[in-house]
C-alpha cells in the first residue's frame, strides 16, 4: 500500500520550535519531490516548502522563509520540516506530499500523493 506519514505535530509556545517528518510506504521518497502544505481553519491550503529531487532546491513560501527548513536524508528515507520561531499564524494542519511531475512546488496540481496530515498547534 502506497502511502505518506506525517508525524511531529503538537502544541508548542510562540517562539518554540518543532520537527515534523515524512515518511512513505510502498515507494521510495528518493525519487520524488517532496512538498510540505497547510490548511489553518477556515483557509485554504497553502504550500509552505518543496524540496526538489533532482539538485536538492529548496523552496519557501514567503511566511516561513528563514524560519523553516527542509531537508532530506535519503538513508531514513525521511524528509523533515524542521519549524522555528514559530508563531499563532502557523496553527494548521500540515501535510507531505510526493509528485514526479509538479508544475509549480506551491501547486497542488502535479502532487501525487498525499498523508494525512499533522496537527500544529502555535498557543500559550
Known amino acids: 500500500q502506497v502511502q505518506l506519514v506525517e508525524s511531529g505535530g503538537g502544541l508548542v509556545q510562540p517562539g518554540g520550535s518543532l520537527r515534523l517528518s515524512c515518511a512513505a510506504s510502498?515507494?521510495?521518497?528518493?525519487?520524488?519531490?517532496i512538498g510540505w502544505f497547510r490548511q489553518a481553519p477556515g483557509k485554504e491550503r497553502e504550500g509552505v516548502s518543496c524540496?526538489?529531487?533532482?539538485?536538492?532546491?529548496?523552496y519557501y513560501s514567503d511566511s516561513v522563509k528563514g524560519r523553516f527548513t527542509t531537508t532530506r536524508d535519503n538513508a531514513k528515507d525521511t524528509v523533515y520540516l524542521q519549524m522555528n520561531s514559530l508563531k499563532p499564524e502557523d496553527t494548521a494542519v500540515y501535510y507531505c506530499?510526493?509528485?514526479?511531475?509538479?508544475?509549480?512546488?506551491?501547486?497542488?496540481?502535479?502532487?501525487?500523493?498525499w498523508g494525512q496530515g499533522t496537527q500544529v498547534t502555535v498557543s500559550s
Open positions: 510502498g515507494f521510495t521518497l528518493d525519487n520524488y519531490d
Open positions: 506530499t510526493a509528485g514526479t511531475r509538479i508544475a509549480s512546488w506551491d501547486y497542488e496540481l502535479g502532487y501525487d500523493y
Open positions: 524540496i526538489k529531487t533532482s539538485d536538492g532546491m529548496t
